[in-house]
């Protein structure tokens, strides 16, 4: 399950600029104050996905239109409503599906094979190719917009946001999506204690923020409420497709899906067939200047 953020807020017009950074994280390892960090797990962290790939598509939520909208605004603003789009760190294609359907041309990017072939096969609408967001495949200023569906925590932002910038137009807008289970709902927030994965949305580990950068305006950030129909067996999917559970032992994960099939199947909000996972969608935004 998504790691949770305890207070969210409905976005006021355009959004607030992100309040300053607590206790620094490295951005390229993943560590924090309550995560020392380990290279080798978060390694196997970020990998985790490609072996689940199928799974991911199919119980992974989409992001909210509204979010997508307000994170693109600059570009469109400057641009016009049709954009060349990159989706980078595509995944298997959730965001890329949405950027689709809005009109715009898009190019997907993932480094992982099986998620890449996921992707191709979902949205053949795009142009989807393999690379990471540390060395993009295009060409310099071919996009209008950079748009990043729950992976930018994974980023090295070192040599991502110097690699954004080129790729992107002047005025280009990056945009950064994460989507947050609605801890507010005592049902979600007991998951995330089964799951055990307690940190605020701002100590998640690795980072999830875009950094200040010399190349880029003040990054920007509104919420967005969303929610996706799950059932007990649908949701149960959706926690393991999640990187801290994927990493773990077998007979750990199997314990862990249990308990929480246990108190899905209890609680009267989610045994009765299809129920609403309540979620804020975080968006981040910036502009590249120059």
Known sequence: MATHEPHHAT?????TPDPAPGRPTDASTGGSPDQPYDPTFFARRASSFGAVAAAYAEHRPDYPEAGLRWGLEPAVTRGGATLDVLDLGAGTGKLTASLVALGHRVTAVEPDPGMLAELRARVPAATALAGGAEEIPLP???VDAVAVGQAF???DQERALPEIARVLRPGGALTALW???DDRIDWIAEIGRIVGNRLPF??????????PHPRYSP?????FPHRQPRTVDSLIATVATHS??????????????GRVRTLLESRPETSGGVFDLQLVTRVQRCVRIG
């Open 11 to 15: 976005p006021q017009a355009g959004g």
């Open 140 to 142: 310099d200023a071919s």
């Open 153 to 155: 925590h994974w980023f």
């Open 179 to 181: 989507n947050t289970d």
């Open 202 to 211: 701002e100590q998640w580990s690795p980072r999830p923020r875009i950094d």
């Open 219 to 223: 990054v920007r950030r509104a919420d």
């Open 244 to 257: 801290h559970v994927l990493v773990r032992e077998p007979d750990q994960q199997a314990d862990v899906l």
